[in-house]
């Protein structure tokens, strides 16, 4: 069964446009175990979402895991993952965290109940109802 999720990065720190430009990349230093968990979830063909946070609070493309959860060189101590993941496309239009939270269907995925959380799991429909939306 696939899986769908959301990462968020700072588009100051590490953009979409950046991400393109790698063509891939390791989706490490999470360091929050529900975060942790949603990254081990993931299997490879999994479908992704690329939100910019603080500045933007915009889904704006669509990557894909390219490489399943495993072990995160950048962690210093404990057991924390990691995923390979490349770029699909960019969306049309960025779908901002705002149209989110208007949407009846999205009020209460995990980006708008736990804004902190750095990767988010996303049923199929959500996953769905957000690329309609661009």
């Given at each position: 069964m696939k899986n769908y999720c959301l990462v968020k990065s700072e588009p100051a720190s590490y953009s979409w446009d950046d991400f393109v430009?790698?063509?891939?990349?390791?989706?490490t230093g999470v360091r929050?175990?529900?975060?942790?968990?949603?990254?081990?979830?993931m299997r490879v063909?999994?479908?992704?979402?690329?939100y910019h946070s603080v500045t933007d609070k915009a889904v704006v493309g669509i990557d894909k895991v390219v490489r399943a959860a495993y072990p995160d060189s950048t962690a210093k101590e404990g057991h924390w993952s990691?995923?390979?993941?490349?770029?699909?496309?960019?969306?049309?239009?960025?779908?901002?965290?705002?149209q989110i939270k208007a949407r009846r269907s999205l009020k209460n995925i995990s980006l708008v109940r736990q804004s902190r959380l750095s990767?988010?799991?996303l049923t199929a429909?959500?996953?769905r109802e957000i690329v309609r939306l661009a």
């Open positions: 430009d790698e063509g891939k990349t390791s989706w929050n175990f529900t975060a942790r968990n949603n990254l081990r979830s063909g999994d479908q992704v979402l690329f990691t995923v390979d993941l490349a770029p699909v496309k960019l969306l049309r239009r960025p779908i901002t965290l705002d990767v988010h799991a429909a959500e996953f």
